[in-house]
């Protein structure tokens, strides 16, 4: 697989040089490839953690079922994303990955990392770091559904997935593709169908967002992460401490 159409390599060059040899073991993880449509669930919750998915196009999320019959999306996945990582330590998958529209997996079961964890330590250690900052993240995201209005939800929502898309296109501006309904969105930021309906309607009048199909234009970024005290976790990551190679 060539570096183009690798997501995964793109993405994990933003932080760190990979040479020949880290990149021909992450090209290891995206041998096999599976197509997936609109609305599949690929896993479930109590299935076996078996697998690992490298994500090479389309948009999924993780969710898991509240004991009221609702749904919690706990996790929106793009292009470039390692699917299962928190799932590795256990026996059974915790969440249910579901896909927001057509999709490419690259499937890969959790005994490959060990070629990378014996022979790259510093590829290793941009794995694990890459995992304790989505746990910092998710911090962020809690402190988001617990203190904040719809609207700054929903502006906390965009900020966070331009901030991590850019990871991956380094041409992007101010515009993103949002392939979610809006029972989707509201299923991830806990709020109904009805208040993200009004509330994107509010944004778009009050000049803080503009909407092509499915597409969204933030137009005042730092005006609304102002709003929402919103920090990039994703541009920039120590690696001070890596080992050398």
């Known amino acids: ?29 995206e ?6 449509g609109e609305g599949t669930e690929v ?12 994500v090479k196009t389309g948009w999924l999320f993780s969710y898991t ?8 999306i706990v996790k929106i996945h793009h292009p470039g994303d390692i699917i299962g990582f928190p799932d590795v330590a256990l026996k059974h998958m ?11 997996l690259c499937p890969f079961p959790k005994s490959s990392l060990d070629v990378i964890l014996r022979e790259s330590p510093r590829l290793s250690a941009l794995l694990l ?18 203190r904040m ?6 502006a906390y929502m965009l900020l966070d997935l331009i901030a991590r898309l ?24 806990g709020l109904t169908n009805v208040y993200i309906s009004r509330t994107l309607i509010k944004m778009e009048e009050d000049g803080l967002i503009l909407r092509h199909g499915d597409r969204m234009q933030i137009l005042r970024e730092d005006e609304l992460s102002d709003m929402t005290d919103f920090r990039d976790r994703y541009a920039d990551m120590d690696t001070s401490w890596f080992p050398g190679h």
């Open 31 to 36: 041998k096999a490839e599976r197509d997936y």
């Open 65 to 72: 079922d509240l004991p009221d019959g609702r749904r919690q």
């Open 43 to 54: 896993y479930q919750n109590g299935d076996t953690a078996k697998d690992l998915y490298v």
């Open 94 to 104: 915790t969440t249910t990955l579901c896909t927001a529209e057509a999709v490419t």
């Open 129 to 146: 770091s890459i995992g304790l900052r989505d746990q910092v993240v998710f911090i962020d995201l809690l402190r988001a559904m617990g």
């Open 149 to 154: 209005k719809a609207q700054e939800r929903v």
């Open 166 to 189: 850019r990871i991956t296109n380094h041409k992007m501006t101010d515009t993103i593709r949002l392939p979610l309904t809006q029972s989707q969105i509201g299923d991830y930021l």
């Open 1 to 29: 697989m060539s570096d183009r159409s690798s997501c995964l390599v793109t993405k994990l060059s933003h932080y760190i040089a990979l040479d020949d040899d880290h990149k021909a073991q992450l090209a290891s993880l």
